[in-house]
């Protein structure tokens, strides 16, 4: 069991979501956070692979096991973990992972469109050549709402969303950010969101199930 742990973010509005996290389901253990929004900015503009030496410089010197929860990011992150010395998880790879176990018509709901290829492509990692059928959708207007910090307005988007997907397994919210969406949506379709089962996962040494 992990007893500390170094989650890196793009968004400070994560820090109370995982720390409240840790105080509800893992008391004792210890968080060390890292707010980075410009590597997300980067991202989308540029694409994941244009932050590499970034996330590397951020990371450099870190003890310990990582957690990242930018999903744009994640994959670039966790390919840096050879060369680090330290394990790398990407927060939503246990979120993946239960979404492959759930059901195979998964449907993938983001508020940035970057987030859509490196989700698909871990989706498709974590499926281990089983047959899914994975539809992404973008949430229009929704990361407005987000950057001008209407938090209430932003969730409802994403849960009313969710409520309109059909023909569908489970449903994936894509960033971390989307995690509150999940009890405001009334579908019978499972929700899935990556804050909890991804930090439980980093704290357990990174197993995903």
Do not use: K, N
């Amino acid at each position: 069991m992990v007893t500390e742990l170094t989650l890196l973010h793009t968004s400070p509005a994560h820090v109370p979501v995982f720390d409240a996290l840790r105080d509800a389901r893992h008391a004792g253990a210890a968080l060390r956070h890292l707010v980075v929004p410009e590597l997300l900015d980067r991202a989308r503009e540029l694409g994941p692979e244009a932050v590499r030496a970034e996330v590397s410089g951020v990371l450099a010197g870190v003890r310990g096991p990582v957690l990242v929860t930018c999903s744009t990011v994640g994959a670039v992150a966790e390919s840096l973990a050879p060369a680090l010395g330290v394990p790398v998880l990407r927060v939503d790879r246990p979120m993946a992972a239960e979404a492959v176990r759930t059901g195979p018509r998964i449907v993938v709901l983001a508020t940035v469109e970057s987030t859509l290829a490196p989700t698909g492509e871990l989706i498709a990692e974590e499926a281990a050549g089983r047959a899914v059928s994975v539809r992404t959708q973008v949430v229009e207007g929704a990361w407005e709402r987000f950057e001008a910090g209407d938090t209430d307005g932003y969730l409802r988007a994403v849960a009313d969303a969710a409520d309109a997907v059909s023909d569908a397994d489970v449903i994936v919210l894509a960033q971390a950010s989307m995690a509150g969406a999940a009890a405001l949506a009334r579908t019978g379709v499972p929700v899935l969101s990556s804050p909890g089962p991804g930090l439980a996962a980093a704290l357990l040494g990174g197993r995903t199930g």
